[in-house]
């Protein structure tokens, strides 16, 4: 079945339940919302949309991390992997948010509080790395990016 979804910048969306995310640890600042849904449009690819489910005017613009840090990569421990249930890290998908800016050179990911979804049962969560050196608002606008068809998405996720 499948689920209206109000967005305050995308107006009623219609969503399959099956691809609906529950936060296991919301993300912050927003730990009211527990239940979410990514939307893809064609024109703000590669970004998309992590949007709520409960209130009409949270979302956020995600993008995979690997598109604009090739290198890219994160650790978790055994009681994420228990939180989210994952039994293959393949099926674990990585996001960031994304930061608007008037200017497009300022736009910034957060680089240290990634969001992971695990796509077999839909738990997601939003990790913070506390000794990383990657940066809170890192402005990717300023890096070159690199060819859509040479990237490789996949985020290694190390146990």
Not at 1 to 17: A, K
Not at 27 to 49: A, M, N, R, S
Not at 75 to 97: F, G, H, P, Q, R
């Amino acid at each position: 079945m499948d689920m209206i979804v109000q967005s305050l910048r995308l107006g009623e969306i219609e969503i399959p339940e099956e691809k609906l995310i529950y936060m296991e640890r919301p993300v912050l600042g927003f730990e009211d919302y527990k239940q979410f849904c990514l939307i893809e449009i064609d024109e703000f690819k590669p970004f998309l949309w992590l949007q709520s489910t409960e209130k009409p005017a949270v979302a956020f613009l995600v993008v995979n991390p690997k598109i604009f840090v090739s290198d890219y990569k994160i650790e978790i421990n055994s009681k994420e992997i228990a939180e989210l249930d994952i039994e293959n890290v393949n099926s674990v998908e990585t996001y960031v948010v994304v930061t608007l800016s008037d200017k497009i050179e300022n736009m910034t990911i957060n680089l240290q509080g990634p969001i992971l979804i695990n796509t077999e049962n839909q738990r997601g969560k939003q990790l913070v790395l506390v000794n990383s050196d990657y940066e809170v608002n890192y402005k990717f606008m300023t890096h070159t990016v690199e060819e859509e068809t040479e990237v490789n998405r996949e985020v290694p996720v190390e146990v």
